[in-house]
């Protein structure tokens, strides 16, 4: 004999809400995000250099380490919890305190001796300049009735890449 079940058609999305959960959100009744210290990036870059911007709200310029190793650049940092946290009763805590450490491959060699880094406002901008044999190039292009490789009136300048 055969017996029916009633279909429940949410059920199927419980084990997704739980694969969510753990994946954002740590283990279940965890209660802490691991993502939430992870400071947002973008990478940009010109002709001339490498720009990399992180959101860093609530940490101060003296709590930033900035290093570029073997074409990579760190962020480390420390967002600190101000004393009078301490003496408050909190009805609800859901901004994070401690260390964050964010790494980011750079698209083209870049000569960090010559990196600027300012903070504003909870941003950090990083500019590196990229290195000398990486930068764009004018190169001549040379006519086929040139003679003894001296250019003509009809040489252009084009642009290329290394």
């Not at 004393?83 to 009805?91: A, G, I, L, R, S």
Request: net charge negative; charged share 30%; glycine share 8%.
């Amino acid at each position: 004999m055969r017996t029916l079940v009633g279909w429940d058609p949410f059920a199927e999305f419980a084990g997704v809400s739980r694969v969510f959960e753990r994946a954002f959100l740590g283990s279940p009744n965890s209660g802490t995000r691991r993502f939430d210290l992870t400071p947002a990036i973008d990478l940009s870059e010109t002709d001339s250099e490498v720009v990399v911007k992180a959101s860093l709200p609530g940490v101060k310029a003296e709590d930033v380490e900035i290093s570029v190793n073997d074409g990579i650049l760190t962020v480390k940092g420390e967002k600190k919890s101000d004393d009078k946290t301490e003496t408050e009763n909190f009805y609800r805590r859901e901004i994070r305190y401690g260390s964050f450490s964010r790494s980011v491959p750079l698209p083209s060699r870049v000569n960090h001796e010559q990196a600027v880094a300012e903070f504003n406002d909870g941003v950090l901008t990083v500019t590196l300049p990229k290195a000398e044999d990486v930068r764009p190039k004018q190169i001549k292009i040379r006519s086929g009735a040139q003679t003894n490789g001296v250019g003509d009136k009809n040489d252009e300048l084009v642009g290329a890449r290394n």
